[in-house]
């Protein structure tokens, strides 16, 4: 099913009688599957936590890519040894998935697809060094952004878009390492690729970082560094949404500051970026319950929240021009 919108009309007039001109322009915006996000979730979770360095991480990569070259887009698998606050080096694969290769502009869209190692905040300290199977944290970003190269792939939009699957983002030292400055222990992936673009030069219009975007009832807010390095990115994406009638997944009011992949595609590569990120203002660390902990699993994502991330977020790319 597709959805039609108005997006423009134009009216010349020159005061002689009879010579007003209208031109309508649509935009076809294919309709995004909650259905569909949900399977590539699941997908991503069957295979185990993505953990780095394990065999369920090599296999999930492979799957992405795979995934994204179906789709259609030119995929580069960027791989680097990133080596964490604890000296291990890590695997690492950002996925790069480009449509409508050579159009100016570009916008650019990720998510980390990385698990975290330790689910350092489960209430049961004996399950702390267990792994976060990262539905919603990790497989739920990924998988709407899969569903939405799906749809890019078979009806591109005027402007060409890069999905980036950024790895090594979790594996940030937990708080019993935080005595030496480790605030730059995350988001590895993406500050290697920040200082080593896939295409020389490379830019976009505008970055959107998905990060927790499936959970039930979820609220996302107005990041705070979002709010500073890309004000009108923020409110496009907030604007659209209310008028799609998601006012109450995306809140209109501020949030918290969240270190996450968007930091360092603002400070380092200089692309304005926003983090559309869950946060709960009446819970302790600002997320959901379960963040972190072993309960991170498929029975917290609503198919729903993919549904309003996945509209809004395709008429957002629709209709830039
Ligand atoms: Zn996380």
Redesign the pocket.
């Given at each position: 099913m597709i959805s039609l919108l108005t997006v423009i009309q134009l009216t010349a007039c020159n005061h002689i009688p009879g010579s007003t001109q209208k031109e309508v322009k649509t935009v076809e915006i294919p309709d995004f599957s909650s259905d569909s996000a949900y399977r590539y979730t699941q997908k991503q979770v069957d295979f185990g936590a993505r953990v780095p360095n394990t065999t369920a991480h090599e296999l999930c990569a492979a799957y992405l890519s795979a995934e994204l070259k179906k789709f259609g887009a030119v995929v580069v698998d960027q791989k680097a040894d990133l080596t964490a606050f604890d000296g291990t080096v890590l695997k690492s694969t950002n996925i790069i998935g480009s449509f409508n290769l050579g159009v100016q502009p570009r916008i650019l869209l990720f998510s980390h697809w990385d698990s975290?190692p330790w689910a350092d905040q489960d209430p049961v300290p004996g399950k702390r060094k267990q792994p976060?199977m990262?539905a919603n944290?990790?497989a739920s970003g990924v998988a709407v952004l899969l569903e939405m190269a799906r749809l890019i792939g078979k009806n591109q939009p005027a402007v060409g878009v890069d999905i980036i699957f950024f790895d090594s983002?979790?594996y940030g030292a937990p708080e019993s390492f935080r005595s030496q400055n480790t605030e730059d222990s995350w988001c590895l992936g993406t500050q290697y690729w920040a200082k080593n673009p896939h295409v020389t030069g490379y830019t976009a219009r505008f970055g959107i970082l998905l990060d927790m975007v499936g959970g039930k009832q979820a609220t996302f807010f107005k990041e705070q560094s979002s709010e500073y390095y890309a004000p009108n990115v923020v409110n496009n994406v907030w604007s659209q949404a209310k008028s799609l009638g998601f006012g109450q997944y995306f809140v209109d009011q501020k949030g918290g500051a969240i270190t996450d992949d968007h930091i360092y595609v603002n400070q380092l590569i200089g692309i304005p970026s926003i983090d559309i990120i869950q946060y709960d203002p009446k819970s302790a660390s600002g997320f959901a319950s379960y963040?972190?902990t072993t309960h991170d699993t498929m029975e917290n994502v609503d198919k729903n929240t993919l549904k309003a991330i996945g509209t809004t977020l395709m008429h957002v790319v629709y209709n830039e021009k």
């Open positions: 975290r976060v990262a944290d990790g983002e979790d963040w972190h």
